[in-house]
T-cell receptor
Framework: TQLLEQSPQFLSIQEGENLTVYCNSS?????LQWYRQEPGEGPVLLVT?????EVKKLKRLTFQFGDARKDSSLHITAAQPGDTGLYLC??????????FGKGTMLLVSP | NAGVTQTPKFQVLKTGQSMTLQCAQD?????MYWYRQDPGMGLRLIYY???????DKGEVPNGYNVSRLNKREFSLRLESAAPSQTSVYFC???????????????FGPGTRLTVL
C-alpha cells in the first residue's frame, strides 16, 4: 500500500491569508484527487489531476501535480471562513481503491 | 438523484450487540466502498466491492462483514460490536476512471457509531 503524507496536519489562519497544503508520496500515482470535508458530512471531490506538471484552478484554489506524479499541492489565495474544513488528498494506483492521506484541518477565522 | 445514501445517521450500541449499516447509490456505479474515519487516522478502507457479486478486504476488515446485495446496495455488518469500532463510517461509490478524468469517489453523509 502506497502512503500519502499530508502537511501540515492542522492550520489556523486569519481571513485574507494565503496557505499551501502538501501531499507527498515516494511512489507514482496515475492520478490524484483533492477532497474537502465539512463537519458532519462526507468528503466532496474538489479536483482530479492526471498529468505530471498539471495545474488546475478552482476560483481561489490552485492545485498542482508534481512532474513525477509523486506529489501535489493545494494553494488557497485570500482564505475565507467558508474554506474551513478537512482537506484530503487521495492517490489512484490504477486499481480498484484509492489511498487517502490523513488530511489537513484548516480553520479560517474572520 | 440522491447520490449515496446511508442509514442510520447515528447509532449507539452496547458491546456485543450486532447491527447492519445500509448504503445505496443511484448513479449506476460498479464499485462501492466502506471506510471508517477516526481522529488522526484519516479514512481507512474496511471492505470494497469492485463489481456486483464480488467483495474484497481493505486495510482494516477485522470485526466486519459485507454484502453486495445488488448493484445499488452494499451493507456493512458488525456481528459483535466492540468499543474499538466506535467511529464514523462512510460508504462511497466510484465512477469508472478514464485516462483523462481520473477516478472519483462519491461519499455518503456517514453513520456515527458509538459502542459502549
Amino acid at each position: 500500500t502506497q502512503l500519502l503524507e499530508q502537511s501540515p496536519q492542522f492550520l489556523s489562519i486569519q481571513e485574507g491569508e494565503n496557505l499551501t497544503v502538501y501531499c507527498n508520496s515516494s511512489s507514482v500515482f496515475s492520478s490524484l484527487q483533492w477532497y474537502r470535508q465539512e463537519p458532519g458530512e462526507g468528503p466532496v471531490l474538489l479536483v482530479t489531476v492526471v498529468t505530471g506538471g498539471e495545474v488546475k484552478k478552482l476560483k481561489r484554489l490552485t492545485f498542482q501535480f508534481g512532474d513525477a506524479r509523486k506529489d501535489s499541492s493545494l494553494h488557497i489565495t485570500a482564505a475565507q471562513p467558508g474554506d474551513t474544513g478537512l482537506y484530503l488528498c487521495a492517490g489512484d494506483e490504477g486499481y480498484s481503491t484509492l489511498t487517502f492521506g490523513k488530511g489537513t484541518m484548516l480553520l479560517v477565522s474572520p | 438523484n440522491a447520490g449515496v445514501t446511508q442509514t442510520p445517521k447515528f447509532q449507539v450500541l452496547k458491546t456485543g450487540q450486532s447491527m447492519t449499516l445500509q448504503c445505496a447509490q443511484d448513479m449506476n456505479h460498479n464499485s462501492m466502498y466502506w471506510y471508517r474515519q477516526d481522529p488522526g487516522m484519516g479514512l481507512r478502507l474496511i471492505y470494497y466491492s469492485a463489481s456486483e457479486g464480488t467483495t474484497d478486504k481493505g486495510e482494516v476488515p477485522n470485526g466486519y462483514n459485507v454484502s453486495r446485495l445488488n448493484k445499488r446496495e452494499f451493507s456493512l455488518r458488525l456481528e459483535s460490536a466492540a468499543p474499538s469500532q466506535t467511529s464514523v463510517y462512510f460508504c462511497a461509490s466510484r465512477r469508472t476512471a478514464s485516462m483523462l478524468s481520473g477516478d472519483t469517489q462519491y461519499f455518503g453523509p456517514g453513520t456515527r457509531l458509538t459502542v459502549l
